[in-house]
T-cell receptor, first 115, second 119 residues
């Protein structure tokens, strides 16, 4: 599993765009990049996943350069409710019947949105 | 999106008793479910992987006799903390991986977590 590195914390203000970058220099060909959001005392919530280029959904955008050694989660116009920890995960998905496909969580980025 | 229900959300028990936590995938079938533990201000730590109809795979350092996992159906996995002690107090979270296309990308859907307090 590729190791990921992301900033420990970030601060922002309501209405701003927030970009959280994750480094994964050892990403493998079969790896997808997935981002989760976690609020205190709750389970993580899937935000977005991508393999290359750009992916956009109703919540966020994910930018992945051609070398795939990093990725950037973009949250448009954040609000106070976006204050949470954001995890970047990279994993491969080979299947041999009971293969695991484990997700290994790093420390994540604690985003604090201020009014 | 897919929904995973985890019950109970909070449990307080006496030292030496056993506690069972249920994890259900409500609107999809999950061949594989995962159990995590999270201590305050720390990240999630994978405890074990549960496969329907077979024995769970435990991560190094996790006592399989203490944390019993059963995955009897495609929608239910249970974690039983046996003879709980105060050091077992933690936030336990389950996740489920959907069969089909999502499985190929390993998207996991998480329960809300269970706060265990052992007195």
């Amino acid at each position: 599993l590729a190791k990921t590195t992301q900033p420990i914390s970030m601060d922002s203000y309501e209405g701003q765009e927030v970009n959280i970058t994750c480094s994964h220099n050892n990403i493998a060909t079969n790896d997808y990049i997935t981002w989760y959001q976690q609020f205190p005392s709750q389970g993580p919530r899937f935000i977005i996943q991508g393999y290359k280029t750009k992916v956009t959904n109703e919540v966020a955008s994910l930018f992945i350069p051609a070398d795939r050694k990093s990725s950037t989660l973009s949250l448009p116009r954040v609000s106070l409710s976006d204050t949470a920890v954001y995890y970047c995960l990279v994993g491969d998905y080979k299947y041999y019947g009971g293969s695991q496909g484990n997700l290994i969580f790093g420390k994540g980025t604690k985003l604090s949105v201020k009014p | 999106g897919a929904v995973v229900s985890q019950h109970p959300s909070w449990v307080i028990c006496k030292s030496g008793t056993s506690v069972k936590i249920e994890c259900r995938s409500l609107d999809f079938q999950a061949t594989t479910m995962f159990w995590y533990r999270q201590f305050p201000k720390q990240s999630l730590m994978l405890m074990a992987t549960s496969n329907e109809g077979s024995k769970a795979t435990y991560e190094q350092g996790v006592e399989k006799d203490k944390f019993l996992i059963n995955h009897a159906s495609l929608t239910l996995s249970t974690l039983t903390v046996t003879s709980a002690h105060p050091e077992d107090s933690s936030f336990y979270i389950c996740s489920a991986r959907e069969q089909g296309w999502a499985r190929a990308k390993n998207i996991q859907y998480f329960g809300a977590g269970t706060r265990l307090s052992v007195l």
